[in-house]
């Protein structure tokens, strides 16, 4: 212990020791000290000369410290002093303390700090069994093991992230171990577990997408919250770093962000007050972190549907709109305003409805101006910073982009008929930093300009139409004219800036306002002065500034003969091309054609289409102006070395598919003609069958109508017709009382007789029945007589009789057909009912209608007894098929229980053919046997041997045994 205490910093007697001596020995009591106390205290010394002997106790104390992580986790403290320990070793955070000796190892050449961290991060991380154990420390609650563990964590990924990174990507639980710091209640350890966080995600989309789905989100949303978003303070620009690293460039948690509904809580964060002046720096660096979140959502080089859906939900929740106040409000940073221009820009580019919204957006002066408008006038105020106007051409490119009405809105401000001059408009504003005295005024001004002409023919044509007032005096020129006067002065203006930009811009200009516009040609190709400057510019030698403006003259040249419809005599496409073989050379024109896309800001422009320079002098060429130029290259080439032949016959070809397009157009609406009669035929057919089934269900109505009619005529006929008038009661009294009474006399006759056969049926059928209840008496004695007597109940297939079931349908028939026939009989009754009653009402008591009305009450009587009758038979048919129902199933047991029987018989025979077989063999090896013993007793009698036979052996045997009997007790 005294050793320690002179370690600590106590007196102690003797020579003093060096620096390596001391951590020699106290790595030696590290591994050496049996008892815990004094392994704590070694561990302590070591910490502190962690800082000073930093290389001497990380090449000698890495492999006891860890063992003691292994071995004494169960102690915290002696745990948190190992963790400190391997920090102070690991971290490049850490300042070093330059020892106090005057040893000779202070001379030594030693390796620098990061060195050092490295290559201990290396020793630590050799095995991965070490990084799991210090991750299950993070489990640990005591506060002195988990925040040493999450800052030795933090720096052994500083060190080496990839590598540290896949160690933790295997372990289990290990990522879930670190997002369980954001939970803890001490700051901390949570703010140190951002960081920690930081760290494990960068560059690692795997881990990303763990750490997103462990509900990190949520959580990092929460702190932002709590800590009060972008007036917090530094725990909110780690949290804001954080999701900066889970989110760009990983798709799948930028839509699990927007699913989640975690774009509608980012409007809070913009809710600035406008009273509010206080804008300190961290509040500036929190606001800018946010809006380059909302960037990181809606960035072009997102997915095209991610990036949709997330512009759709921040106008739908209203972040669109509060940032455009920010946008209008005053008193902001120039930063911030610069950030969120660009922020506004990428949430517009692209969507309609954002667009829309943006073009009614007013600034709040008097009188109100549009947004827009505000902004390109800062744009061409050479006085604003470089980096904002930047912005707003950006914002003004993403506002045009895929924007026709956007667009047609822009170039109508050209237009003379829409001018208004007591307000300021957005063209007047791009005319003016067109023809301005600062080149970058007139750069932003043409390819804004160029940008509302994008993709859009009908304003490129609208556009020739634009009229400038040049000087008093003098008569107005066009747009294009006066772009192309410009150009030809050159150096002649004195301009602040380059005048190379200047010229580029109004080359992008003209190239993009031409290219696909044959009228824009035309009147390009009608000023005389046009096509002799672009060749004198492309055939002169200029130094390599001037090289991207001779690669536009070519291009700009090009166009005019890829997109010529030789309307002017001079400036056909074959003189153009024999002009430039005279005059410049075809390999050359190519060669300088060849001047834009090698030039070294070409590939720059076209990574990205937002414009980033860090001075004004390298705005040079713009993105949608790259893209144009790699269509255009290879079709001007191949426009310019093409013959007159090749022109010629793809002349040929253009007019032979100009009128097979005419050809195909006439089908299309023969076609589209056809289609329409063929519908409106089957609408007719449509009618048609519908009016056929209504007239088919009216025929159907009318026909039960008829035979409807038809019967109540025919009752009638029965009856007697009614009597509509006095005059005609007699005569149709006689008529019924001479020949009605008759028809029924004989009607009642004949149902007389058929009662006589419904009776002999009825004792048909009775006789049938007493025949079934017998046939079922002795199958019920057969079914209780047991399974022996089953054979009787089946024929000789094997199959149980058909007949009684035949009798019994048959029986059922009948009684059916009887059941008919007494309907039809009460039927008739109820006729017979009805005509008594007319005849009494036209008779005077008739007598033949009495004994009429008499014979039917008879006859009622008997059909009543019949009905009862019918009823009985019912019943025992009901009875009848009950008791067959019951005899199936006996029956059906029976079967099964035969069946049962004879699968035991046929086994039983089977084994009493194989118990014979065996019996078989064993006589025949009994014979064997015998005929064996009896050869073996003549041979031994041969030999002279006493044999005695079985019968004497028997014989002897029973004497012995009645002599044992005969003996007394």
């Known amino acids: 212990m005294n050793f320690l205490r002179g370690v600590m910093g106590g007196q102690s007697a003797g020579p003093q020791r060096s620096g390596a001596e001391t951590v020699q020995k106290l790595c030696d009591r590290v591994a050496s000290a049996t008892l815990l106390e004094d392994r704590r205290d070694a561990v302590r010394a070591l910490k502190s000369l962690s800082k000073k002997y930093r290389l001497e106790v990380g090449s000698q104390a890495m492999e006891h410290l860890i063992n003691v992580l292994q071995m004494d986790r169960s102690d915290s403290e002696i745990i948190g002093y190992t963790l400190d320990t391997l920090y102070n070793l690991i971290s490049n955070d850490v300042e070093e303390e330059e020892p106090a000796d005057g040893s000779e190892e202070e001379h030594v050449q030693k390796p620098s700090s990061e060195d050092l961290a490295v290559q201990y991060t290396e020793i630590f991380i050799k095995q991965p069994d070490n990084l799991t154990l210090l991750l299950s420390l993070l489990e640990e609650f005591d506060f002195p093991v988990r925040w040493p563990a999450v800052k030795l964590l933090t720096a052994l990924l500083k060190n080496l992230g990839p590598q540290v990174q896949q160690i933790i990507l295997v372990s289990p639980m290990g990522v879930s171990r670190m997002m369980d710091l954001l939970a803890d209640s001490r700051e901390v350890i949570r703010n140190d577990g951002l960081l920690l966080l930081q760290q494990l995600t960068k560059g690692n989309a795997a881990i990303q997408k763990i750490v997103a789905f462990e509900s990190a989100f949520e959580r990092l949303l929460d702190i932002i919250t709590e800590e009060g978003m972008s007036d917090g303070g530094i725990v909110v620009e780690d949290c804001l770093l954080l999701l900066l690293n889970l989110m760009k460039n990983n798709s799948s948690n930028q839509n699990f962000f927007k699913e989640g509904s975690y774009i509608q809580r ?173 080149s970058l005024s007139n750069w932003c001004a043409a390819v804004a300009l160029a940008h509302a002409l994008q993709d859009n023919s009908v304003q490129k044509e609208q556009l020739l139409r634009v009229q400038l007032a040049t000087s008093l005096g003098n008569p107005p020129v066009s747009l294009l004219q006066q772009c192309t006067n410009i150009l030809s002065q050159g150096d002649k203006i004195n301009r602040r800036g380059s005048n190379v930009q200047t010229r580029v811009g109004l080359l992008m200009l003209l190239s993009t306002w031409m290219t696909d516009c044959p009228i824009a040609v035309t009147h390009f190709l009608h000023n005389q002065t046009n096509v002799p400057f672009l060749t004198a510019q492309i055939s002169e030698n200029l130094g390599e500034e001037e090289q991207l403006v001779q690669g536009l003259c070519a291009l700009l040249l090009g166009i005019c003969i890829y997109d010529n419809e030789n309307t002017l005599e001079n400036y056909t496409k074959e003189k153009l091309k024999q002009l430039i073989e005279k005059r410049i050379g075809k390999e050359i024109f190519i060669e300088k054609l060849a001047y834009i896309s090698k030039h070294e800001l070409y590939s720059r422009a076209g990574q990205k289409p937002q414009p980033s320079y860090s001075i004004p002098e390298q705005m040079l060429l713009d993105h949608e102006f790259t893209k144009l130029v790699k269509e255009l290259e290879a079709l001007i080439i191949k426009a310019v070395q093409k013959s007159s032949e090749d022109d010629k016959k793809e002349e040929e070809v253009k007019k032979s598919l100009e009128q097979h397009d005419s050809i195909v157009s ?125 054979d009787d109940c089946t024929d000789n297939s094997g199959e149980p009789t058909a007949a009684p079931y035949k009798e019994l349908e048959t029986l059922r028939t009948l009684v059916q057909t009887q059941a008919a026939e007494i309907s039809q009989l009460q039927a008739k009754k109820q006729e017979l009912e009805n005509q008594p009653a007319a005849m009494t009402g036209l008779g005077s008591g008739d007598v033949d209608c009495d004994s009429a009305l008499r014979r039917i009450t008879q006859l009622e009587s008997r059909v009543s007894v019949l009905v009862d009758e019918n009823q009985q038979l019912k019943g025992q048919v009901r009875v009848l098929t009950e008791e067959k129902e019951s005899l199936d199933q006996q029956l059906t047991r029976t079967n099964n229980t035969v069946v049962i029987l004879q699968t035991d018989k046929s086994r039983l025979q089977q084994e009493l053919v194989e118990s014979k077989k065996e019996q078989d063999d064993l006589l025949v ?32 045997d029973q004497d012995d045994d009645d002599y044992d009997d005969d003996e007394p007790n």
């Open 266 to 438: 980012m409007k809070t964060w913009f809710e600035v007050a406008e009273e509010n002046l206080n804008w300190s720096a961290q509040k500036v660096t929190n606001l800018h972190l946010m809006l380059q979140l909302v960037r990181v959502l809606v960035s072009p080089v997102n997915p095209p549907g991610a990036t949709s859906n997330c512009q759709k939900s921040a106008y739908q929740c209203g972040l669109l709109q509060q940032l455009c106040t920010i946008l209008m409000a005053t008193g902001v940073p120039a930063d911030i305003l610069t950030e969120t221009i660009n922020t506004v820009s990428e949430v517009i580019r692209g969507s309609q409805v954002n667009q829309d919204y943006f073009a009614s957006v007013n600034a709040p002066s008097n009188p109100p101006r549009p947004a827009i408008v505000v902004l390109l006038m800062s744009m061409v105020n050479e006085r604003q910073p470089f980096v904002l106007r930047c912005a707003v051409l950006y914002c003004f490119q993403c506002f045009l982009y895929k924007n026709q009405r956007g667009q047609a809105e822009i170039v109508a401000t050209l237009l003379p008929t829409t001018i208004d001059a007591n307000s300021i408009s957005a063209g007047q504003l791009l005319c003016g930093g067109l023809f301005s005295a600062d």
């Open 666 to 790: 006439q089908y299309k609406v023969l076609i589209r003609e056809q289609d329409m009669q063929l519908n409106e035929l089957k609408k007719q057919v449509t009618a048609l069958i519908t009016q056929n089934e209504q007239s088919q269900t009216t025929i159907t109505q009318q026909a039960a109508q008829i035979q409807q009619l038809k019967d109540q005529y025919n009752l009638l006929k029965i009856q007697g017709k009614p009597v509509d008038s006095h005059h005609h009661m007699h005569s149709e009294a006689a008529q019924i009382n001479g020949i009605q009474p008759k028809a029924d006399v004989e009607e009642i006759g004949r149902l007389q007789e058929e009662l006589e056969q419904l009776k002999k049926q009825h004792g048909i059928l009775e006789g049938q029945l007493a025949e079934k209840d017998s046939i079922i008496d002795k199958m019920q004695t057969s079914q209780i007589s047991g399974n022996n007597d089953t």
């Open 925 to 956: 090896l009994l014979a064997d046997q015998d005929q064996k013993i009896f050869s073996l007793k003549n041979k031994l009698k041969e030999l002279g041997e006493a044999i005695e036979d079985e019968d004497d052996m028997e014989s002897g």
